[in-house]
């Protein structure tokens, strides 16, 4: 894609701005969805998000490690329909472990401080998502893909 340095700037600069995403899984055909504070990895190939063991959200994770991730900027205002972006990842979560575990730590951590006790609490798992594509809407109706490559 000739664009593709845009629209990384574009997913960096959207990823820095918010601190939620809506997380979608399912579980025996019912989807389910869920805020979660998320960071990004520079290369934009992993997203983390941190969630206790004992959630229906990491049963379904577990059940079934397909899962969606929305990211937007709107304001709820008219001028949404021209100037909000919103980007759906779409990739396969698992618990982060090892080394990639600390890594992915250290960035979540910095983008939520506040958030520390939570995330490194014996009960909390670091969930990372390799992210297979991107669906960046802009303008209300124009879509583009970013597949990111292995």
């Known amino acids: ?3 593709a340095d845009g629209l990384e700037s574009l997913l960096r600069d959207l990823f820095r701005s918010q601190g939620l995403s809506v997380l979608a899984t399912q579980r025996e055909g019912q989807p389910f ?9 520079d290369d934009l190939k992993h ?4 969630t206790t063991r004992a959630t229906r959200k990491y049963a379904n994770l577990a059940a079934d490690s397909q899962v969606a991730m929305l990211v937007d900027n709107r304001r709820n205002q008219i001028s949404d329909f021209e100037n909000a972006a919103a980007v759906t990842a779409i990739g396969k979560a698992e618990e982060a472990r090892g080394e990639h575990r600390d890594r992915l730590l250290e960035i979540y951590l910095s983008k939520h401080p506040h958030l520390k006790g939570f995330a490194t609490s014996p009960n909390c798992a670091l969930m990372k998502v390799t992210v297979e594509k991107y669906d960046i809407v802009r303008r209300f109706q124009h879509v583009v893909e970013l597949r990111m490559k292995p």
């Open 47 to 50: 997203l983390a998000f941190a």
């Open 33 to 41: 969805t869920n805020l979660v504070a998320f960071a990004a990895t």
């Open 1 to 3: 894609m000739k664009n």
